[in-house]
């Protein structure tokens, strides 16, 4: 497993520069991008081995409880494809649904940075 975070963290980097790109358009993007460019952060700092733990640690956490905040008002309440159905905001609850699970991948990913040991 230790072979594919490298490779996996590069393309999550780039993955989250794209987010943060996507969030020019969005209604409110200076709350998104700065969440997704500290990922991007985290991730150079993987990269290029410098330390990262802090980073990726905080990042993480500021996601997961962001996402637990959003979890009740749209769990159950829309379909997981209604997400990927248009890339137009068909609704409030398909936005905050699509929200959610974008901070739940910086979680996770944060979380598997946190958890890979460093390369040596």
Not at 43 to 52: E, I
């Amino acid at each position: 497993m230790a072979k594919l975070v490298q490779p996996t963290n590069v393309a999550m980097l780039f993955l989250f520069l794209a987010f943060v790109a996507l969030q020019y358009n969005d209604p409110d993007p200076l709350v998104w991008m700065p969440m997704y460019g500290a990922a991007a952060l985290a991730c150079w700092l993987r990269w290029r081995s410098r330390p990262h733990r802090l980073v990726a640690g905080l990042v993480g956490l500021v996601a997961l409880v962001w996402a637990g905040i959003l979890a009740p008002g749209v769990v159950g309440q829309v379909s997981f494809a209604d997400m990927f159905s248009s890339f137009k905001m068909i609704s409030q609850l398909v936005e905050q649904e699509r929200e959610m699970f974008g901070l739940l991948l910086v979680s996770g990913w944060m979380g598997i940075l946190l958890l890979a040991r460093p390369r040596s």
